[in-house]
């Protein structure tokens, strides 16, 4: 089983920048579709960004343009760019992986979690 780690979490305004970082243990992120989801207390996961290893990357319709998922040639790194953030993605955030399927937007598809990390957009 693959061990996730979140990084990067952190309190910023709106409109400001952050970059997530996620890395795994006890294996590689190398042959399956890794994600990024959000979730705010009492609701669902959603689905943020997806990228698998041959480098497509796909995108929640709410951030694109403004997210970039990607692993830099680093193959236990997967990176989260949060620019132009708002108030309402306040939430804590989760890397996830293990899914064989391509695109791949639901969180039962993932077997592998990490803890998450808090993003604080202040208006």
């Known amino acids: 089983q693959v061990h996730l780690a979140e990084s990067g979490g952190g309190w910023v305004q709106a409109g400001g920048s952050l970059r997530l970082s996620c890395v795994a243990s006890?294996?590689?992120?190398?042959?399956?579709?890794t994600a990024w989801f959000r979730q705010t207390p009492g609701k669902q996961r959603e689905f943020v960004a997806g990228?698998?290893?041959?480098?497509?990357?796909t995108y929640g319709e709410s951030v694109k343009g403004r997210f970039t998922i990607s692993r830099e040639n680093a193959p236990n790194w997967v990176y989260l760019y949060l620019n132009i953030l708002k108030p309402e993605e306040t939430d804590v955030y989760y890397c996830?992986?293990?899914?064989?399927?391509?695109?791949?937007?639901?969180?039962?598809?993932?077997?592998?979690w990490g803890q998450g990390t808090q993003v604080t957009v202040s208006s």
């Open positions: 996830a992986t293990g899914s064989l399927i391509w695109p791949s937007f639901r969180e039962e598809e993932y077997t592998d």
């Open positions: 006890g294996g590689t992120y190398r042959d399956y579709t």
């Open positions: 990228n698998r290893w041959s480098g497509d990357s």
